[in-house]
């Protein structure tokens, strides 16, 4: 049977998972790591409560995580890669010690540096990102292989309590870019200024 979602190979396209995930978000706020996470929140919808990392790599779960910490009525979602999540292990063990019930960490598994030429990373060698942020003690921890699966994920990021860490595993796709704004200043502002309203103008 064909799907939208699925591709020829029987992976998932990461640009279905996300749109799936960011449909009728409320007020949710959303980290992207580097490269093709950046394309992908911003292909599905540029939503000023984006907060996409650009060139900023391993960044992406910190971010998430003292976001979560200083907004906590607001749900947060950070879409890491694979090459991100495996530069950032050790934000993980911080995440899994602070266990901030409203963070969900969505990994877009393509086994692949995307962006710089699909080298293979080690989730291609078996590295079990999963296992690793299980062994973090971050209480919801899954990985998702299958269209079936992502309305369990959808609930998760939405009802559950968090921290949630999910391993989605993609097709290692190469899609068109659909670039977010690239100045720092005006993604900054935009942002701190749809969270905070009108406060974050004067501080
Ligand atoms: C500190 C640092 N090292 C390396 C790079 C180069 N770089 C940019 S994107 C990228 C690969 C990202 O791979 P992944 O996170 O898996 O995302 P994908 O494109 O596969 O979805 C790398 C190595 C960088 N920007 N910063
Ligand atoms: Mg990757």
Redesign the pocket.
């Known amino acids: 049977m064909t799907s939208p979602m699925v591709s020829s190979s029987n992976l998932l396209h990461?640009r279905a998972v996300i749109g799936e995930l960011l449909r009728d978000r409320g007020d949710l706020l959303c980290v992207a790591?580097?490269?093709?996470?950046n394309w992908d929140i911003t292909a599905v919808g540029d939503h000023p409560n984006n907060f996409p990392l650009w060139?900023a790599?391993?960044a992406s779960v910190m971010m998430g995580l003292g976001l979560a910490i200083a907004q906590p009525n607001r749900r947060v979602i950070v879409f890491?890669?694979?090459?991100?999540?495996l530069?950032s292990l050790g934000a993980l063990a911080t995440v899994g010690a602070q266990k901030p019930r409203n963070l969900s960490v969505v990994v877009?598994d393509?086994e692949?540096?995307?962006?710089?030429g699909m080298q293979k990373?080690h989730t291609a060698a078996g590295v079990d990102l999963t296992a690793v942020a299980k062994g973090c003690a971050i209480p919801t921890c899954l990985t998702v292989k299958t269209e079936a699966e992502i309305a369990g994920l959808r609930r998760a990021v939405y009802e559950g309590e968090g921290p949630v860490f999910a391993t989605v595993k993609i097709d290692p796709e190469a899609l068109p870019f659909v670039l977010p704004p690239s100045d720092g200043v005006i993604l900054t502002t935009r942002f701190r200024q749809s969270v905070l309203g009108n406060e974050a103008l004067y501080n």
């Open positions: 990461r790591s580097l490269g093709a996470p060139g790599m391993a890491a890669g694979d090459g991100e999540m530069m877009l393509n692949r540096y995307g962006e710089t990373t």
